[in-house]
């Protein structure tokens, strides 16, 4: 309505929530940060001097390594299958119609719903019962549990941008099912499978319970932080969650990118249209 005038003070207002909810997040993080580069053993003010001697002994730390290897291999393999899991089941919603839909889609979308402490638990007695805890296609397992739904949500977002009858359109030209799907759905989703891939990987690079519960000794980079909780403190926790919420959050960005490009390109088509 161009006849509502806003006030500037609500709007001020309104900015300066903003900007202390996020000072509120982001503090602690960015205190880990500012104490990683501390040459003092105890995160203390005022900073003893700052140094990269900690990042030097987390890069001589044969532990570390072990577990970003195990973080690095179980992520990539989790996004990937997570992500083909999670559009399997989104297509499934866009292109069947069955009984059941609604209790179908409520256990796709659970796993994230479920403590994870409790997940953690019942993870371990099955993989227990299967003889495949304390490995690390353990974590693989259980993580990819957890993100697919994520996945699922996201390609189902895009699918539900996307006429139906584009699909059929293909099928009358005489293309086949698997056609169709490699020129149409898939390009289509083009940027919700790679948000996908993104977002499930970050969730995996962050997850730490339940990898604690089934790890074993292929414990991933989160899992060797509670170690180090758990034995003493150190400044290499510093330095290890400045290291992990710096990937995260990249992966968080390029995905939020995509949904973006994603959100404007139907507006986009939409208006050349008119």
């Known amino acids: 309505m161009s006849g509502f005038n806003r006030n ?35 995160p203390s003010l005022p900073l003893g001097g700052f140094s990269t001697v900690w990042y030097e002994a987390v890069a001589a730390d044969p532990l570390v390594w072990e577990g970003l290897r195990n973080t690095l291999i179980s992520g990539t393999i989790v996004s990937v299958v997570a992500t083909a899991i999670g559009f399997g089941a989104a297509y499934t919603d866009f292109r069947y119609k069955f009984s059941g839909k609604p209790f179908y889609l409520a256990l796709a979308l659970l796993p994230p719903t479920v403590p994870v402490v409790i997940l953690g638990l019942a993870m371990l ?38 006429d139906p009858s584009l699909e059929a359109a293909a099928w009358n030209l005489g293309a086949s099912e698997w056609k169709a799907m490699r020129h149409v759905i898939i390009p289509f989703c083009r940027p919700a499978i790679f948000a996908a891939l993104f977002i499930t990987m970050a969730v995996s690079f962050d997850e730490f319970a339940v990898a ?63």
């Open 212 to 274: 604690w519960f089934v790890s074993g000794l292929h414990e991933t980079l989160p899992v060797k932080v509670l170690g180090f909780l758990q034995g003493q403190v150190s400044p290499r926790i510093n330095v290890i969650g400045t290291f992990v919420f710096i990937t995260s959050m990249t992966l968080v960005v390029l995905a939020q990118i995509l949904l973006m490009k994603r959100s404007r390109a139907p507006k986009a088509s939409g208006q050349s249209s008119e």
């Open 8 to 42: 500037p003070l609500i709007d001020w207002a309104l900015k300066l929530y903003i900007v202390l909810s996020f000072a509120f997040i982001f503090a602690p993080i960015a205190a880990s940060f500012v104490f990683s580069l501390n040459v003092d053993r105890f």
């Open 125 to 162: 007695a099955f993989l227990s019962r299967v003889s495949l805890s304390g490995e690390i296609h353990a974590v693989i397992i259980a993580h990819v549990v957890m993100c697919a739904p994520f996945a699922m949500a996201i390609v189902r977002l895009r699918l539900s941008q996307m």
